[in-house]
């Protein structure tokens, strides 16, 4: 790891490359090597200064997550002990940072004494979405370098950042356009400066006393604890610290808290997601395929799926054409999409120009034969088996025999679909959830015939939409909606035992779940989840005829402003669901009815009920190979359903707290 090239010897700066594969990862044996070779470069009189930079194109991922899933032995070499060793150096050291520097390999380069990096890099302190905080110093460091609104910013965030804007706050001193390391033996020529010493501050244009309301406001905008915010709220506390006290007694209090938190049950969860996600791609008994390129996307039907579908394509770059010869959906479509784009120019996301171009790479059509060059068409139209077969028969005659032809049904058979064409090889689902644009799961899902290649050109396509894509077998309702149909049922049958239905989302969110199943059922159209009922022919949502009941009143749900809540212009725009007595007396009823008597139920019971449904099915899905592992299960829900990260998903929640399986 010393220097090896003459010219950089004859500057007398070592250069330490971090070099653990795949993505430098700071393990503990990683980082036992690495404190030797920094005690050589400390030791050895020639070397004034050390530069630090990483092999495999990135500078460092951090600490390597692996480690925090057991005790921590207490003769770990940590990152920590690497930093402390150049903050008690006497000699000058500098980043060198190329690709991504995040987490404990930003909080190295933060001990250092300048930092340069190239135009592409990316930094970041993402503890956060681990339900950490930065426990190598950042949260004592940053506010010194930055100031402590911005770093409050930067880490409750915890997405990364480009050198440009790293430039900007001062997070780095240079933007090195040729070589990092170049640059960085330049800057080693310079005098010894550690952040540490410096003295942390609120923002430049705001006063020393400004810091307990820039403290308050930042507690104001996270999520409580109880409700997954547990390490936003010691990462400002760190923060706080880190104006108060001295640099020692600051770090001391960051050590505390993170390693209270490496232990904390929502840490573990959210690093069990990590993981889930990194695996989500490897599929076992598939051999492993080329994928083929993407380079232009169909997509037929321009609703409100279709459209949404297209921007999703468009936001990453890939034409996309629309065929649809519905004059009213391709205008309504067009304004969804410009509407969509300017959006992003008014956030900042976007200059008018991108968005400009990224609204032209959608073109509507309702030329059938001007799918004939896309790599990959999806099909968006009404979901009935028929339409669908003959949309699939149409595709297979226009497009060019290597294209992938994808449906977006959400409940329909695959392989009814492949058998319309005659490329059932490259068939399969391509099931997005709406906003299609903006959530981030999409299910993959594999016919009988559909080929490796196919799945992994499926993959690939997740990947450059960013999506969370996960690969489900041929069921009904693939994975999501086969179990949010028994989470659904679970729910009408506590309320056909007589508990509002208020309370029953009322206990869900306050579990975590952005809203509970009847405001779900309201969002998504009672009307649909009628048909879905009929669809599943014995097996119904309830025991009762509410469901039948609420359609034939036109309550659908929000739509009709009505539905098992009520809703009111006035009262969130439309969106808040009212109680309303005149349903609860329907249950009351058709459960008369029905013979079901009223009993009482504790919120624990309505909890554990509701889950029970979710992991019951979950297993279920299991045991029947539709879904791959429970982590798959736990990445559909906590993506596409809106179950709290923090709890990790149900099948993780279910080992983790023993919740009996309903099976
Ligand atoms: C920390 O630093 C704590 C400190 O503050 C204090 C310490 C005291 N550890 O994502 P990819 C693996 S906490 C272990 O597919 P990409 C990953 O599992 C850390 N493994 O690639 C996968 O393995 P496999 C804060 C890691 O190119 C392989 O690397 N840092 C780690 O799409 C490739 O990963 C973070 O949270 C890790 N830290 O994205 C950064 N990172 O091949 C987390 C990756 O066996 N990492 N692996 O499936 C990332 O954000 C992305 O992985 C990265 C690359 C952007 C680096």
């Not at 032995?73 to 940590?78: L, Y």
């Not at 009904?476 to 029953?504: K, M, Q, S």
Request: with cysteine.
């Amino acid at each position: 790891m010393l220097p090896s090239d003459p010219a950089l010897r004859d500057q007398r700066a070592a250069v330490i490359t971090l070099d653990n594969p795949p993505v430098n990862a700071l393990s503990f044996a990683y980082c036992k090597a690495l404190l030797e070779t920094i005690e050589v470069a400390h030791g050895n009189d020639a070397v004034e200064a050390v530069v630090f930079t990483g092999a495999n194109g990135l500078f460092s991922a951090g600490a390597d997550v692996n480690d925090f899933n057991a005790e921590i032995p207490p003769d770990a070499v940590t990152i920590r002990d690497v930093i402390a060793a150049v903050e008690a150096s006497v000699k000058v050291h500098v980043a060198a940072i190329e690709g991504n520097c995040l987490g404990g390999g930003l909080e190295l380069a933060l001990a250092c004494d300048y930092r340069v990096a190239t135009p592409e890099a990316k930094l970041g302190l993402p503890e956060i979405r681990l339900g950490l905080l930065p426990g190598a110093g950042g949260t004592q460091r940053l506010p010194r370098l930055i100031g402590a609104r911005a770093a409050l910013e930067f880490m409750l965030k915890g997405s990364s950042i480009s050198a440009q804007r790293a430039l900007e706050l001062g997070l780095i001193d240079e933007i090195a356009e040729a070589s990092a390391i170049e640059r960085a033996t330049v800057l080693a020529k310079g005098r010894k400066r550690r952040v540490s010493e410096r003295q942390a501050f609120i923002a430049k244009d705001l006063p020393a006393q400004a810091g307990p309301y820039v403290v308050a406001q930042a507690h104001k905008m996270v999520p409580s604890e109880e409700n997954g915010g547990v390490a936003a709220h010691k990462l400002i506390d760190a923060v706080q610290a880190s104006i108060e006290l001295s640099f020692p007694f600051g770090i001391a209090r960051e050590t505390r808290f993170f390693d209270e938190l490496v232990r904390s049950k929502p840490s573990s969860s959210l690093r069990h997601l990590f993981f889930a996600e990194r695996e989500l791609a490897k599929i076992p008994g598939v051999p492993e395929a080329e994928p083929l390129p993407i380079e232009g996307v169909g997509v037929v039907g321009a609703g409100t799926m279709g459209s949404g579908i297209a921007i999703a394509f468009a936001q990453a770059g890939l034409p996309v054409i629309v065929v649809d010869s519905n004059d009213e959906a391709v205008d309504k479509a067009r304004q969804t999409v410009m509407g969509m784009f300017m959006y992003q120019v008014q956030k900042g996301r976007l200059t008018q120009e991108e968005a400009w171009k990224r609204g032209q790479s959608i073109r509507f059509t309702d030329d059938w034969n001007e799918l004939a060059g896309a790599d990959l068409i999806v099909e968006a139209v009404f979901e009935n088996l028929d339409v669908k077969r003959d949309v699939f028969r149409k595709l297979d005659a226009v497009a060019k025999p290597s294209a992938i032809l994808a449906s977006n049904t959400s409940t329909l058979d695959i392989d009814a679909l492949a058998e319309a064409t005659k490329r059932s090889d490259r068939v399969l689902g391509l099931h997005f959830f709406v906003p299609a644009n903006i959530m981030p799961l999409l299910e993959i899902v594999r016919g009988k015939a559909t080929s490796a290649q196919t799945i992994a050109t499926a993959f690939k396509v997740g990947k450059t939409l960013r999506k969370k894509a996960v690969l489900s077998g041929n069921a009904f309702g693939f994975i999501g909606n086969r179990i949010i149909f028994d989470y659904l049922r679970e729910a009408t049958a506590l309320a056909e035992e007589g508990v509002a239905p208020a309370r029953i989302d009322a206990v869900m969110k306050a579990f975590g779940f952005p809203m509970g199943p009847f405001a779900m059922s309201d969002l998504s159209g009672l009307d649909i989840g009628l048909a879905v009922q009929k669809a599943r022919g014995a097996e119904a949502l309830g025991r009762t005829n509410v469901l039948e009941r609420l359609v034939q009143m036109n309550r659908l749900g929000q739509k009709t402003m009505a539905g098992f809540f009520k809703y009111d212009k006035s009262v969130g725009k439309g969106r808040e669901p009212i109680r309303d007595p005149e349903v609860e007396a329907i249950f009351a009823d058709e459960a008369r009815k029905s013979g079901i008597a009223p009993r009482e139920v504790s919120d624990e019971e309505i909890r554990d009920r509701l889950l029970g449904a979710l992991i019951c099915r979950g297993e279920r899905l299991l045991e029947e190979g539709v879904a791959l592992r429970p982590g798959d299960i736990d990445i559909v829900y906590v993506y596409g359903y809106g179950f709290p990260p923090h709890h990790g998903g149900p099948m993780w929640y279910a080992q983790e707290t023993k919740v009996a399986s309903r099976a």
